[in-house]
C-alpha cells in the first residue's frame, strides 16, 4: 500500500509522482513484520509495480531501523533495493 | 601426547594478572545495538534474503567488514546468519584482528555468537602479538576462543606450534591448548631461542616437542 500527501498522474496514467510524507507499507500474510518506508517523493509506474526515488529513505522493518539515499522496488515481486549509503540499527 | 603436550603448553605460556583481567573485562555483557553501514542493500521477502555490499556490522567493540554479505533475515533476535564474502576483516574487542576469505556469522538472542572463518583465515593478538592461522578458524563469542583447524599454526614470542587436529586460542588467557587429537596428526612445537636471558623470572621455554 503507498499513501502520499500529494500526487500527479501523466495523461495516461503510466506513471504518478507523489510526494508530501510519501509512505510504502507492506502488508505480509505470513505473520512477518511489516516493512514500513517513508520518503520525501516517489516515482511510482503502475503497470510494472516500481517505485522508486533518488530522495532520503527512512525504512522499519520489527525491530530494524535503516536509512539511505535511493530506493528502488518491485512491489509485486516482493523486493526492495535500498541504493547508497544505508545506515541500519537493530536495537535489542 | 597431546594432553601432556596441553600441559607443558599451559605451564610455559605465562599470562600477567592484569593481561587477564583487561581481556575478561571485554564486552561479554554488552547489549548495544547492531549496527549496518553498507552500499547497496536488497531485501527480497520472498526468499527472507538480504544482500548487502560493502557491510560493516558493528556491535560492542567488534566490528565485521567485508566485500558482501548474505543474510537470512533482518532479525537478529532468533538465530540468524550472516555470510560474509571477499576479504573478510573482523576486529574483536579492539584487540583481535581476524581475517579470511569467506566467513559466516550466527546471531542469537540479538548478539554475535559464533564465527566461521574460511580460507587463508588468520588471527592476530595486537596486545601480545601472538598470531595465528588455519584453513579454517572458529570465533565463538560466548567463550572467547579460536579455534584454527586445518593446517593451524599459531606463533607467539616464545614458541611455534602448528599440526594436530586443531589448536585452541584462549582469548581471555592468551593462551593455546591442542584440541581434538580424532585425527592422529602430530603436533610440532618448535621454541623460539631467547635473544637475551629472561629478566621478569619467566622461565624460557621447553624443547620441541617431537
Known sequence: MITAGSGTATRDHAEIELTDGVQIQSQPTDGRPPVHVTTPKLKFLPMTSLAETDEHVVMSAGNWHVEANGLRTLLKADRMELESDVHGQFAP | ?210
Open chain 2, 1 to 210: 601426547m597431546a594432553s601432556s603436550l596441553r600441559n607443558l603448553l599451559i605451564c610455559v605460556l605465562g599470562l600477567t594478572a592484569s593481561q587477564a583481567l583487561a581481556a575478561q573485562g571485554a564486552s561479554s555483557d554488552c547489549r548495544d545495538p547492531v549496527v549496518l553501514d553498507s552500499g547497496p542493500f536488497v531485501l527480497d521477502h520472498k526468499t527472507n534474503l538480504i544482500n548487502v555490499q560493502n557491510p560493516k556490522i558493528t556491535q560492542c567493540k567488534t566490528v565485521i567488514t567485508a566485500d558482501e554479505a548474505v543474510a537470512t533475515g533482518l532479525d537478529f533476535d532468533t538465530r540468524s546468519e550472516w555470510r560474509f564474502k571477499g576479504h573478510v576483516h573482523v576486529v574483536v574487542d579492539n584487540t583481535y584482528e581476524l581475517t579470511a576469505d569467506t566467513a559466516v556469522f550466527t546471531f542469537a538472542d540479538k548478539r554475535l555468537a559464533r564465527g566461521q572463518l574460511l580460507g587463508s583465515a588468520t588471527f592476530v593478538d595486537k596486545q601480545t602479538t601472538d598470531k595465528g592461522s588455519a584453513n579454517k578458524l572458529v570465533y565463538d563469542d560466548k567463550a572467547k576462543t579460536l579455534l584454527l583447524s586445518d593446517n593451524a599454526q599459531v606463533h607467539k614470542a616464545q614458541y611455534d606450534i602448528q599440526g594436530g587436529c586443531d589448536l585452541i586460542y584462549d582469548m581471555n588467557e592468551k593462551r593455546v591448548t591442542s584440541g581434538s587429537t580424532s585425527c592422529g596428526e602430530r603436533y610440532h612445537f618448535i621454541a623460539a631461542p631467547p635473544e637475551k636471558p629472561h629478566q621478569d623470572g619467566e622461565a624460557p621455554a621447553a624443547a620441541p616437542a617431537k
